[in-house]
């Protein structure tokens, strides 16, 4: 079964326009099979590697001379992060050919990490992102499913709810012990405790000092850690909304997991019925809202607002000239706090939202709605 990718059009648009179009999203999230299913359509030859092929990485052992030779076709490399010394390579070539659609790169890290160790492709190249499924990429999945299960495709696709948690617990397991390999200074062990600390404190602001005595490690420590979960997509790290109000902001980053099925498994949590009844629902709830508006809108900027008196949203999004709030609420009758009638006050937001599971949406206020999941994406689409 084959469930379309909302950025679809917006890959074969860029490859069309670009030398280089990079795909990136963290693993196991469907960028080989998205792009081999594209493949299916493209009426030019296709030249596909895959770096975790052992027999792929051998036609690279020669790469200047081995891409040379394959000058009309559209070459996709995946995994492209296990070799950053092509990066170079890519450029020299796309400058040679002077065409668009040179390369289609898959890669497991963010675009900074990837581009750490080798040279630039500023002009040449297009990134998109690719996230498990969003919401509205699953037709006829119950939310309660979705909690549970978040959207990596072999958890959403599995038979049951244990085949699902088995699949999350092995990924969390192989991302640790193999996948971050790749990149240096960490401890499995410390990283594993470390990512299981921030599933129970989800969506709260970071406290390095607490987090660093709890392991037994440097703040710094866990500050690098924290940005290694960030650059392969397993976290989001949230900044605080800065205001000229003169109000004393918290300034601390809030960290959210970027996938609640993945938050889940870290907590041992098998069941909907079970997370609801746990400390982090509604936390979870914030993720899932969070992880949708980050793949519909990959370019607004995401912030939190709270001060030390107590005013609060969970999210202030600014996109294009608007400034949007957004309150999340794992409630089918949601009220609004004392301290989120004051940030709404603080922000004068050009329109609130406040997201709930379920599939109705009213007017709370004037300029407050009560939006469903979907219909928050579609209003947003809208400022």
């Known amino acids: 079964m084959y469930f379309s990718r ?56 020669n790469a200047e001379w081995f891409l040379s030779t394959q000058k009309n076709k559209l070459i996709c490399i995946d995994e492209i992060q296990r070799r950053p010394d092509l990066f170079p390579l890519i450029r020299s070539l796309v400058d040679e050919w002077n065409r668009a659609g040179c390369f289609l790169i898959l890669g497991s890290a963010s675009r900074d990490l990837l581009m750490q160790s080798s040279e630039s492709l500023a002009g040449r190249i297009i990134y998109k992102q690719l996230t498990p499924f969003l919401w509205s990429e699953l037709k006829k999945n119950a939310i309660e499913e979705y909690f549970i299960r978040g959207g990596f495709p072999r958890s959403v696709l599995a038979s049951d709810l244990e085949i699902s948690f088995e699949w999350r617990n092995s990924f969390v397991s192989t991302f640790l012990e193999r996948d971050l390999l790749q990149w240096s200074n960490f401890t499995p062990a410390t990283m594993r405790r470390l990512w299981q600390m921030l599933a129970h404190v989800n969506g709260q602001t970071v406290n390095y000092s607490h987090l660093g005595n709890s392991l037994d490690v440097s703040n710094q420590t866990v500050k690098n850690y924290i940005d290694l979960l960030k650059s392969t997509y397993m976290v989001d790290v949230i900044p605080p909304h800065a205001t000229n109000l003169g109000k004393r902001l918290v300034k601390s980053p809030k960290v959210y997991i970027s996938d609640s099925g993945i938050a889940t498994a870290l907590l041992g949590v098998r069941s909907f019925e079970e997370l609801s009844a746990h400390p982090t629902f509604g936390a979870i709830w914030e993720s899932i809202v969070l992880a949708n508006m980050r793949g519909n809108f990959p370019d607004a900027e995401i912030f939190y607002y709270r001060t030390s008196g107590g005013a609060e949203i969970d999210f202030v999004m600014k996109s294009r000239k608007h400034i949007i709030a957004i309150e999340c609420k794992a409630s089918y009758s949601p009220t609004l706090t004392k301290g989120n009638y004051v940030a709404i006050e603080d922000i004068k937001p050009a329109h609130t939202f406040i997201v709930t599971p379920s599939t109705e949406s009213w007017q709370m206020k004037k300029n407050i709605d009560v939006v469903s999941l979907e219909k928050l994406i579609k209003e947003l689409a809208k400022t």
């Open 6 to 61: 909302s950025i679809e059009s917006g890959i074969a648009h860029s490859i069309k326009n670009f030398p280089v179009t990079a795909v990136i999203g963290p693993r196991q999230c469907g960028k080989s099979t998205m792009v081999k299913h594209m493949m299916e359509k493209f009426s030019r030859e296709i030249l596909y590697l895959d770096l975790e092929r052992p027999s792929d990485l051998q036609k690279l052992e």
